[in-house]
DNA sequence: TCAAAAGTGTTGGGGATACACCCATGG
DNA sequence: CCATGGGTGTATCCCCAACACTTTTGA
């Protein structure tokens, strides 16, 4: 079944990884990993992290594998995104990528590993990428803005427990744009997945604001999209 | 770059394609094609129109050859849908899958080509298909079911000027429920993406209702989705 | 003139927005 | 006691569902 000529398709697995920091004013914005290629094509441009799938990996471990390779991070929420494959995407070879899109803990991705060939940029000023990789990123954080809007995923950027207004916080810097607090509270408060802890925030010179925890178990089937698992493989 | 290994995984691009017929009792169902396997493995279960990608080819060009292939027809909507490629979805080598859905104009798939190897089936109720192509039409069905209550795909079931009650039995046909014909209109109008053509459906022993058609140009650029073409490759 | 579908008008409820206002804490 | 963000109350708007009602045709 197999032709001689397809061994000249490659198949790669890439992952855009998300995760919020702070910018140079302290506002949270969304930043992304890059890897710096160091073999041609292309070399020396920073790049998206990825590689060969291997035979007898699953396209989603590869995914979470890349991640945690550039990053030494587990995703708290992974997707596929899309399957780039123009023919003319790579000079040389045909190479078709399954991508892949990930959110990350912005406290852990704070500490997350660097080093000469990988470096963390904002993702929506980007420098000249290798290959599609800028296009394939617009896209990722068109994905992410959609999503946010009527998905549950904000809170795979914050921990365990959060606040409220923290939990505004990852809305406001993805969505760039602020938010009535009155009104988000009862939003998030009507979806029916938030739950009380019961502890509050102490510290600030003000009211201490309740502590919250995303309810997985609250996800009605009929909400729920296909091949979404909650605990993504690492 | 290129490491032996990676021989072993081959790629495929398949299309699961939709059209509206009308079931036994005459109300208007999705269909689908399916083509029997003539080889192994999984020979003489129906599958899924598809084949090896061509290294030459593009992801969407492909989709819609094996479509035409098939059908004779030419899709009216192309989107890719998802990429598959757990492990061990096929016996004895691992395929990764690049799978398209596809729109075709109902009337034109009421004369469409069918063989001893070709055969249109309700969507809904599948037999055993092949792989893992129960999951994945399901999950076409999802998407479809999805996509027509937020985007305007609807029109692509029908030609080039139609009823709103034409369009209307295409909601109705996919969404699985009936609609009131007042608010659906008013729905409609407000899109702002249906052109009087000035004409009407006359024949029928009642008030003859206006021909529309679809305005692709009211299309806004915030609203679009990224690689979303109107003319789909063929 | 009648049946049936096309098309219009009107009403009420639910959710989102805007914003006034009170609460609780550290300094 | 004051500044600040946490948290509640409430009026308004808009979209949508429901449904009564009028219009227009072929038979």
Redesign the interface.
Known sequence: ???P???????AVSTVIFALRPDHSGRSVLWTPLVRRT?EPQRGYWALPGG????????EVAAARTLRATTGLAPKYLE?L??F???DRSPG??V?S?VYWALVQSDEAARASAGPNVRWVPADTLPALAFDHN?II??AL?RLRNKVEYAEIAHAFLGETFTLAELREVYEAVLQRSLDPANFRRQMIASGRLRETGERLAGAPHRPPRLYRYDTSAVTAESR???MRERPAS
Do not use: C
Not at 52 to 59: A, D, S, T
């Open positions: 079944m197999p032709q000529s397809d061994l000249l398709t490659r198949l073999r060969w799938l291997p035979p007898n990996e699953e396209l596929q899309y399957t494959g123009q023919v070879a045909r078709v399954v296009r617009e896209y068109w999209e296909p091949f």
